[in-house]
Antibody, heavy 123, light 106 residues
Framework: QVQLQESGPGLVKPSGTLSLTCTVS????????WSWIRQSPGKGLEWIGY???????NYNPSLKSRVTISIGPSKNQFSLNLTSVTAADTAVYYC?????????????????WGQGALVTVSS | SYDLTQPPSVSVSPGQTATITCSGD??????TSWYQQKAGQSPILVIH???KRPSGIPERFSGSNFGNTATLTISETQAMDEADYYC?????????FGGGTKLTVL
């Protein structure tokens, strides 16, 4: 059974950097593509970006200048960095696996999702 | 950018059929997936590739996608189906979600 778990600071100061890690169990991170998705309080889902099994990335154009997704820091983990955060970045951040196996493609869907990590941007 | 439009809310009586739509330009030419999100939980996949049900999802969940509209249909709706539902597609290389539909089972 594949499981994803987000971790990282729950509070980030304005203008700081939001950093989260997703730990994957039950699947090899080198075989799939992986996305970060967020949900502001009471709002809908917003895709942030993905990293594929080759390490290639693609980001939401609205966040592209501030986002970096990378593999690591440990085996079977991938990470999200979001710089210059404001209160508008307060959200629950989810990591999710792309299916089917392989490179990210426009035919992909997301399963499973992590339980989510609430990050609040506040001084 | 590519937009997916969903009705904010849909209401249905227990045992009846719920229909949730997702509209986008030529949406029928690309695959759509659907996710269910119950209060306080993370989303789960209920339909992928327009009409395919993952294992463990009840047969009462079905999907279709033609023209500009994808549709999630829940037959014999149960109280446990009350949730937010999101459609998802790709705009070439980026992912797009609909705004979500709150399904209320009255």
């Amino acid at each position: 059974q594949v499981q994803l778990q987000e971790s990282g600071p729950g509070l980030v100061k304005p203008s700081g950097t939001l950093s989260l890690t997703c730990t994957v169990s039950g699947a090899s991170i080198n075989s799939f593509s992986w996305s970060w998705i967020r949900q502001s309080p009471g709002k809908g889902l917003e895709w942030i970006g993905y990293i594929d099994y080759r390490g290639s990335t693609n980001y939401n154009p609205s966040l592209k200048s501030r986002v970096t997704i990378s593999i690591g820091p440990s085996k079977n983990q991938f990470s999200l960095n979001l710089t210059s955060v404001t209160a508008a970045d307060t959200a629950v951040y989810y990591c999710a696996r792309h299916l089917p196996v392989g490179a990210a493609r426009p035919t992909n869907w997301f399963d499973p999702w992590g339980q989510g990590a609430l990050v609040t941007v506040s001084s | 950018s590519y937009d997916l439009t969903q009705p904010p809310s849909v209401s249905v009586s227990p045992g009846q059929t719920a229909t949730i739509t997702c509209s986008g330009d030529k949406l029928g030419e690309i695959y759509t997936s659907w996710y269910q999100q119950k209060a306080g939980q993370s989303p789960i996949l209920v339909i992928h590739q327009d009409s395919k049900r993952p294992s463990g999802i009840p047969e009462r969940f079905s999907g279709s996608n033609f023209g500009n509209t994808a549709t999630l249909t829940i037959s014999e709706t149960q109280a446990m189906d009350e949730a937010d539902y999101y459609c998802q597609a790709w705009d070439t290389t980026t992912v797009v979600f609909g705004g979500g539909t709150k399904l209320t089972v009255l």
